[in-house]
């Protein structure tokens, strides 16, 4: 019996050993910015990261936007079809199969705060997330990412064309169909 009670003690001491052992792998020591580490010749903490690193930590900058194509468009809707309308909905209502199914139905992208947003908030929202989205970052190269951000684009303008960009029979158009029952 006490050879069991001892056996139970000693089990007990050796697992708390253990719990020990994991919260110091998870609280690990590090160095702040600025600095100073032994382990170092100059003994600064800071170290720049090495040539061709690749950020993880969302401070990848939109590269510049290149020229509007079809080709462009073209591939920016094959990338939104793929990895956006299953939430955002084909037309960027936030109607996706996704959100029809119970998942939280992201903003429409005809929203006056998503179309007054830039680009690079969009570009950044596609690479890193946004509360429910999963990150695409990994997914999409920054230049498929550039063309789903012109092809939403595309989308809102087809919503918001101003009239004075409307060509002459398509304003007359839509001045009737206004009138006959405020259809848009």
């Known amino acids: 019996m006490i050879a069991r009670v001892f056996l139970a003690?000693?089990?007990?001491?050796?697992?708390?050993?253990c719990e020990r052992g994991m919260h110091d792998m998870y609280d690990q020591p590090k160095y702040k910015r600025g600095g100073e580490a032994p382990l170092f010749t100059d003994r600064v903490a800071s170290r720049l990261p090495p040539e061709g690193a690749v950020p993880v930590d969302?401070?990848?900058?939109?590269?510049?936007?290149?020229?509007?194509?079809?080709?462009?468009?073209?591939?920016?809707?094959?990338?939104?079809?793929?990895?956006?309308?299953?939430?955002?909905?084909a037309g960027g209502d936030g109607d996706g199969m996704v959100a029809r199914r119970g998942f939280p139905a992201?903003?429409?992208y005809h929203q006056a705060r998503?179309?007054?947003?830039?680009?690079a908030h969009l570009y950044d929202v596609i690479t890193r997330g946004w509360g429910v989205m999963y990150?695409?970052?990994?997914?999409?190269?920054?230049?498929?990412?550039?063309?789903v951000v012109a092809y939403i684009r595309a989308l809102q303008f087809s919503r918001h064309v101003p009239a004075d960009r409307l060509e002459p029979e398509d304003l007359a158009r839509l001045r009737g169909l206004t009138a006959e029952g405020g259809k848009r």
């Open 9 to 17: 003690l000693s089990l007990v001491v050796a697992l708390a050993g």
């Open 135 to 147: 990150p695409y970052g990994d997914r999409l190269s920054p230049a498929d990412r550039q063309a």
């Open 58 to 89: 969302g401070t990848e900058a939109m590269p510049a936007p290149p020229p509007l194509t079809m080709a462009l468009l073209e591939r920016g809707r094959d990338r939104y079809t793929i990895f956006c309308a299953p939430c955002h909905g």
């Open 114 to 119: 998503l179309r007054d947003a830039d680009d």
């Open 106 to 108: 992201p903003p429409s």
